[in-house]
């Protein structure tokens, strides 16, 4: 396992549509993360899995964002009817439980944008 | 209100200079501080700093942690081309039953040939 990989990298779609991402974690990590990132900004928290459950959930995450980690693997997230504000790096990240010190570590990233 | 501050914002200098980045914070139920570089794609894992007074290295990096001053340093000797980047610096709190990551706004470094 060479660490978290997340599909698709690039995304270009329009204003209305709907986008998915998926995040494949470190097979260890029981703790998956997703963040929104735009230019100039540090990552903003969105939610967070321990195993399938989510347990938070960011204000940012507005009724149009869905996220599910239905095994407790892979995780996606669904931006619906996407505006031009959606446009960001969108991060996935992983970490173990208990002992790691939150030491997270990040995928690649996902950019979307909306046109 | 949790936060974190880096300084300086941005910084340029030339190959071999020293540099110093810093991340102060005020945040409740202290965990831990990370330090991540950020080219253009995701964030990098530094360091993760828990303890007071202990430097950790790697390189020609190195990061150390006042606790009781609430503030961390990152150094880099020597620096590089390849060393220009965002550097940021998070710091990971106990909220509840759960635990978040505070990040701060970066230190953008350009370092000229």
């Known amino acids: 396992d060479t660490g978290v990989s997340q599909d698709p990298r690039h995304k270009i779609t329009k204003r209305g549509q709907n986008v998915t991402f998926r995040c494949d974690p470190i097979?260890?990590?029981?703790?998956l993360y997703w963040y929104r990132q735009t230019l100039g900004q540090g990552p903003e928290f969105l939610t967070y899995f321990q195993n399938e459950a989510q347990l938070e959930k960011s204000r940012l995450l507005s009724d149009r964002f869905s996220a599910e980690r239905p095994k407790g693997s892979f995780s996606t997230l669904e931006i619906q009817r996407t505006e031009q504000g959606d446009s960001a790096m969108y991060l996935c990240?992983?970490?173990?439980?208990?002992?790691?010190?939150?030491?997270?570590?990040f995928g690649e990233g996902s950019w979307l944008t909306v046109v | 209100e949790d936060k974190v501050v880096q300084s300086p914002l941005s910084l340029v200098v030339h190959e071999g200079d020293t540099v110093t980045l810093n991340c102060s914070y005020e945040v409740t139920n202290f965990r831990s501080l990370l330090w991540y570089k950020q080219e253009k794609k995701a964030p990098t894992f530094l360091f993760m700093l828990?303890?007071s007074g202990i430097e950790k290295k790697s390189g020609r990096l190195s990061s150390i942690l006042d606790k009781k001053e609430l503030f961390s340093i990152l150094n880099i000797t020597a620096t590089q081309t390849g060393d220009s980047a965002v550097y940021l610096c998070?710091?990971?709190?106990?909220?509840?039953?759960?635990?978040?990551?505070?990040w701060g706004l970066g230190t953008s470094l350009a370092v000229n040939p």
């Open positions: 828990t303890s």
């Open positions: 097979s260890e990590h029981n703790r």
């Open positions: 998070a710091v990971g709190i106990n909220a509840g039953n759960n635990r978040k990551l505070i």
């Open positions: 990240a992983s970490s173990l439980e208990e002992g790691s010190g939150n030491t997270i570590y």
